[in-house]
């Protein structure tokens, strides 16, 4: 089984890879290579590797769609989570929690983005209680 996943895992990363070079090369759909980009960053953040790399491929995802969507488009706010969540697991938890609150701040009262909400205050606990702040997270 853990071979099956290595294999699984491997393929999407040539996969993810190969397009974001070509999306390179070719300078076309900035919004597909920003996709791209916070793909295999969750790749990356969920196996716990190449930790530094993902938050660069966040990074980039971010600041391309913002340029080609502007900044108060919906897909920000994911997108500032998803980088939050990758700062975290780099334990750099004073980055995230401003990232998650940033998300937060973004938020409307929709139903979904309710689930969103809920989702970034969870990660806000999160990260109260690995930097030793149990009242905070209790608080969120």
């Known amino acids: 089984l853990i071979e099956f996943e290595l294999a699984r895992f491997a393929s999407?990363?040539?996969?993810?890879?190969?397009?974001?070079?070509?999306?390179?090369?070719?300078?076309?759909?900035?919004?597909?290579?920003?996709?791209?980009?916070?793909?295999?960053?969750?790749?990356?953040?969920?196996l716990n590797l190449q930790l530094g790399y993902a938050e660069m491929?966040?990074?980039?995802?971010?600041?391309?769609?913002?340029?080609?969507l502007g900044p108060e488009h919906p897909e920000i706010r994911t997108l500032l989570g998803n980088l939050g969540t990758t700062l975290m697991a780099r334990r750099n938890y004073q980055g995230a929690r401003h990232l998650f609150e940033?998300?937060?701040?973004?938020?409307?009262?929709?139903?979904?983005e309710q689930l969103t909400r809920a989702s970034l205050t969870s990660n806000l606990s999160v990260v109260a209680s690995l930097t030793g702040r149990p009242a905070e997270a209790a608080g969120h």
């Open 57 to 68: 491929l966040r990074r980039r995802a971010l600041r391309i769609t913002v340029q080609e």
């Open 102 to 112: 940033k998300a937060r701040a973004m938020l409307g009262q929709t139903a979904g």
């Open 12 to 46: 999407a990363d040539r996969t993810l890879r190969r397009g974001i070079a070509i999306l390179e090369r070719t300078g076309e759909a900035p919004v597909a290579l920003a996709k791209l980009c916070s793909s295999l960053a969750s790749l990356l953040t969920d």
